[in-house]
């Protein structure tokens, strides 16, 4: 698997970051529900999915406890009579340890379909997730592409933006797997903590923090196999918007000025990347170049307008913006 790879945008990719949100979008409103789901249709409307579900998830989550039994839906399969009876009761006493005590139960039992449930994790980010199969690793949906970071990626990006050694970070991401409490995650660096969190690697709750169970580890050592190595720096177009995303959500799914885009399109924004000679994407002396950072700009700048004029009925979907049949287009890591 690679350790990253980019390509054009496919619906099942943003069902599957939609699966992740339903139930914390209906703890706010069946209709924002109705209305969000909506843009995932025939023709995927990315764009405005993104938007609507990034306003949805700004209004404040409804009674916490009514978002909690929707949960409880799908995990009573899991459970037996007595935990089943006892998280009624918690439930019925709002005890202040319930969402602490679901996501302990969603772990130990491995109800795998809830374990990116949105309701467990930093509202930040809410345009990536962790995928599982084929495809593992963390998937960016940055409109009509794709950005995949498999684990080697992942931990070149850890790494790297937390400024911490591979045994630091195995020791951490380790101790956060079983768990710890809430007061000692939030003693953490910032930059480690917001690393993690916007990367939606730690779950949190008001009692404890867990890794997020399909962060697979130990992460994979970085070296010069070809699964194994950081990313090239030809990836670094994508993760400027990322970063200029993760900066300011508010923008999401808005392609920001150039010049906030370029801001973020160097060695210090973007440190997990392997900023090779022959794509100097950071270059002043590359401008317009092949490899400059017009160019780089402008492929994102073509894929944006392409997706809006599809979705305001301008173009016909086709391979490549959505319109595909289901063994079509089907992405692979």
């Known amino acids: 698997m690679e350790a990253c790879s980019v390509r054009p945008f496919h619906r099942g990719v943003y069902e599957n970051l939609w699966a992740e949100h339903k139930l914390s979008v209906l703890a706010i409103s069946f209709k924002k529900f109705r209305a969000v789901a909506g843009k995932l249709g025939q023709v995927p409307h990315i764009l405005a999915f993104l938007q609507s579900l990034g306003r949805t998830l700004n209004e404040p989550l409804g009674d916490l406890n009514n978002a909690l039994l929707n949960v409880f839906d799908h995990m009573k399969l899991y459970l037996d009579r007595n935990e089943r009876m006892k998280l009624v009761d918690l439930v019925l006493d709002e005890s202040p340890t319930l969402p602490t005590v679901f996501f302990d139960l969603i772990r130990r039992k491995s109800i795998s379909a ?9 509202q930040q980010a809410y345009y990536k997730f962790y995928d599982f199969g084929d495809s593992p ?13 498999g684990f080697a990626g992942i931990r070149a990006r850890f790494q790297a933006r937390m400024g911490i050694s591979p045994t630091e970070l195995d020791e951490r991401l380790g101790r956060l797997r079983e768990g710890i409490p809430i007061g000692e995650y939030s003693g953490w660096p910032e930059r480690i903590r917001k690393t993690l969190e916007n990367n939606i690697a730690v779950a949190v709750s008001p009692g404890q923090a867990w890794l997020h169970p399909r962060l697979e580890l130990p992460l994979p050592e970085l070296d010069s196999s070809p699964g194994s190595r950081a990313p090239k720096s030809r990836f670094a177009p994508f993760m400027a918007l990322e970063r200029c995303w993760d900066t300011d959500p508010a923008g999401i799914p808005e392609l920001p000025a150039f010049s906030a885009w370029k801001e973020e399109l160097s060695r210090e924004r973007l440190p997990e990347l392997d900023w090779d000679s022959e794509t100097n994407w950071d270059s ?33 979907a086709g391979a490549g913006n959505g319109k595909t049949r289901p063994e079509e287009n089907q992405p692979d890591a």
């Open 114 to 122: 809830l374990y990116g449930c949105r309701i467990f994790f930093p």
């Open 137 to 149: 690793g963390l998937w960016i949906c940055l409109g009509p592409y794709l950005l995949h970071l």
């Open 284 to 316: 002043e002396t590359n401008w317009n170049s092949e490899t400059g950072p017009a160019d780089g700009f402008r492929l994102l700048l073509d894929a944006f307008l392409a997706q809006k004029d599809l979705e305001l009925g301008k173009a016909e």
